[in-house]
């Protein structure tokens, strides 16, 4: 059996955890049981350095903070060490609400990611999206897949399954 991808995310409002839901639905139909999801309201990071391959979904709160259980564990991630880790994020936000702060928490992960190591692989272009700014961006595109689903809920599924084909072969798994 392959290597396990680890699939860490906080949830507050259910739209995390239904995506994490969809793409080990649409892994397992690939591949089943190569997807092993971390709910981090119940869990905690101990097991990501197991992990060669790390998918991370996380949601932007307020103005522009962290959903409540990431920022429970965020400053555990200090210890874990993601050198040689490919790691995938998809993250929530409200770009007509708050157009300012889009996608920040995503920013935020993303930045602490390649601090401790890891390599971003899923970038997403930022085409299609009305923001004024965001830090999960760099240049044309979002450091991880980017979901609204407030403003554009119907784009949700179709944008996490095209997303999927591009992390599976980066992750070199067909």
């Known amino acids: 059996m392959m290597e396990q991808i680890g699939l860490f995310f906080g949830s507050s409002t259910g739209c995390t955890e239904d995506a994490a839901l969809l ?3 649409e892994i397992d139909a690939l ?4 997807i092993v999801l971390h709910n981090l ?10 992990y060669a391959k790390l998918m991370l979904g996380v949601s932007t709160w307020e103005e ?5 259980d990431w920022f429970r564990v965020f400053p555990d991630l200090d210890g874990i060490d993601l050198s ?10 409200d770009q007509a609400g708050f157009p300012s702060t889009f996608q920040n ?8 990611v390649r601090e401790r190591g890891g390599t971003l692989v899923g970038l997403w272009p930022t085409a299609g999206y009305t923001f004024q ?8 595109t979002f450091l991880g ?6 403003a554009q809920m119907e784009l949700t599924d179709d944008r996490i399954r095209q997303w999927l084909q591009q992390v599976m072969a980066e992750f070199g798994i067909s």
Do not use: H, W
């Not at 522009?64 to 409540?68: A, P, W």
């Not at 700014?133 to 044309?140: D, Q, T």
């Not at 897949?145 to 407030?150: Q, T």
């Open 133 to 140: 700014k965001s830090l999960a961006v760099e240049g044309n």
């Open 41 to 50: 309201a119940e869990d905690d990071l101990s097991s990501m350095p197991s």
């Open 84 to 93: 040689g880790k490919q790691v995938a994020l998809f993250g929530f936000g």
């Open 64 to 68: 522009g903070g962290l959903q409540e």
């Open 23 to 25: 793409i080990k639905e």
């Open 145 to 150: 897949l980017s979901l609204d689903n407030d």
């Open 105 to 112: 928490g995503l920013g935020v992960l993303a930045r602490k």
């Open 31 to 34: 591949q089943p049981d190569l």
